[in-house]
């Protein structure tokens, strides 16, 4: 009994292999066939389904289109005196001998006073906010003609500050400063601070 099975299954394989096979539109029909892809089709869809991440990170990366560093803070490094701690300004975006300047200051948690002003409350100091204004006016006055490298600018006097929000860890500081006064060793300028297009400190003269 057990022979015969074996034989009849023997059988079966044997006619199986041995069987045509079936067109391709009855096995497409049936379910049979596998599926043959379109090499062109399937690199199309690739990018097309590829398309909505691109299309964010286009998006992401307009934020910052169009804005060429001027200055790195390597080359800000070369012009200012200051250092860490107090180095306020971390790249130049605009810059125009003489007259005017637009700079950046990321402002971090890491920096050290927040860890007094205040631990549950951090806000950067409006002083330091003048400071960075003033260093960045500084590098307008450093390449002034006449002035000798390595030369060293002191605040004299600031009028007419009015601080209009606070600035705290995350908010990147767009500063611009512009050169009103200038006689060869003494200079006056204006300065205004943005964050996410709100002006949040204003100086009159500085």
């Not at 909505?52 to 390597?74: M, N, W």
């Not at 810059?95 to 951090?122: D, M």
């Not at 002035?147 to 767009?174: H, N, R, T």
Request: glycine residues 8%; hydrophobic residues 50%.
């Amino acid at each position: 009994m057990k022979i015969a099975l074996l034989l009849a299954l023997a059988s079966i394989a044997t006619a199986s292999m041995i069987t045509p096979p079936l067109p391709p539109e009855v096995q497409e029909q049936s379910g049979l066939r596998a599926p043959i892809f379109d090499e062109a089709e399937t690199a199309k869809k690739t990018a097309t389904d590829a398309l909505p991440g691109q299309s964010k990170a286009r998006e992401i990366s307009a934020l910052t289109y169009g804005v060429k560093t001027v200055f790195t803070l390597e080359d800000i490094a070369k012009i200012l005196p200051h250092r860490y701690l107090f180095l306020l300004v971390d790249k130049v975006v605009k810059y125009v001998a003489g007259k005017h300047a637009v700079g950046i200051k990321s402002v971090t948690f890491n920096e050290p006073h927040f860890t007094g002003r205040f631990p549950n409350l951090p806000i950067m100091p409006g002083v330091l906010q003048v400071e960075a204004l003033a260093q960045l006016a500084g590098i307008v006055c450093l390449h002034m003609e006449g002035v000798k490298s390595g030369a060293v600018f002191f605040f004299a006097g600031v009028d007419g500050v009015k601080w209009k929000k606070p600035v705290v860890p995350g908010d990147l500081l767009v500063m611009e400063v512009e050169i009103k006064m200038w006689n060869g060793s003494i200079a006056k300028a204006t300065g205004k601070a943005f964050v996410d297009g709100e002006m949040v400190v204003d100086v009159n003269a500085m």
